[in-house]
């Protein structure tokens, strides 16, 4: 994975009044950690930002007085109601080392007729090369029947990457949907039911 520059700027402004003059500015705040360095507040160009980070794992090159840091972003903090990107937090990462990540869980294929899938992991937890980040990873459930199960250690990983998720959980079940009770089920239900005032009147 190739990594996204963004360009940084030193933040020395804080406070809820700086942050919403940052995001006037087009600027989102945010804070650059990890491998015992103390945190460097910042900010980063808004739209970049937003863009690259549609994209699941990206590694970002955060360039900042003149040199280029490699960084992914471990925590992002929206507002609810615009679904505007509010702060970052970088985790500092160097090529080589690993750290886990979470990756998406895609559905592919159809399972046999009258079934349905449900996803019961909508991701699975790795750890993975940091400069080698995976997005997703797909899950065929092509031709399975009713009562089929895909446990995590059955999914095939992305080279390089080791599950962290429990190798017993479910990913995927597949079943039969619940459909409505036929009309000689209901007229069986409501005899009961009469049945039973019926009885409790005597």
């Known amino acids: 994975m190739a990594e996204i520059k963004l360009a940084a700027e030193p933040r020395t402004e804080f406070g809820k009044g700086a942050a919403r003059r940052i995001r006037r500015d087009n600027k989102i705040p945010a804070v650059l950690y990890g491998h015992g360095t103390d945190p460097v507040h910042v900010t980063l160009p808004g739209h970049e930002s937003m863009l690259a980070l549609r994209q699941a794992n990206v590694l970002f090159s955060i360039q900042l007085d003149g040199k280029g840091q490699l960084a992914v ?6 507002d609810p109601v615009r679904n505007v990107i509010e702060h970052i937090d ?3 990462v160097r090529a080589g080392e690993k750290i886990t990540v ?3 869980v895609n559905i592919v294929g159809e399972s046999a007729p009258g079934t349905i899938h449900l996803v019961e992991e909508q991701t699975l937890s ?7 980040l995976p997005e997703s990873v797909e899950v065929s459930i092509e031709g399975l029947e009713s009562g ?6 059955e999914v095939a990983l992305p080279t390089g990457s080791t599950l962290l998720t429990d190798p017993n959980a479910v990913v995927v079940l597949v079943t039969e949907p619940r459909g409505e009770a036929s009309p000689d089920e209901e007229e069986s239900a409501q005899s009961a039911a009469s049945a039973t005032e019926s009885s409790s009147e005597a």
Request: charged share 25%; no cysteine.
């Open 73 to 78: 972003a471990k925590d992002i903090q929206r």
């Open 90 to 92: 970088l985790q500092v």
């Open 102 to 104: 979470d990756i998406a």
């Open 126 to 132: 790795v750890e993975a090369e940091a400069t080698h």
């Open 148 to 153: 089929a199960q895909i446990h995590a250690s």
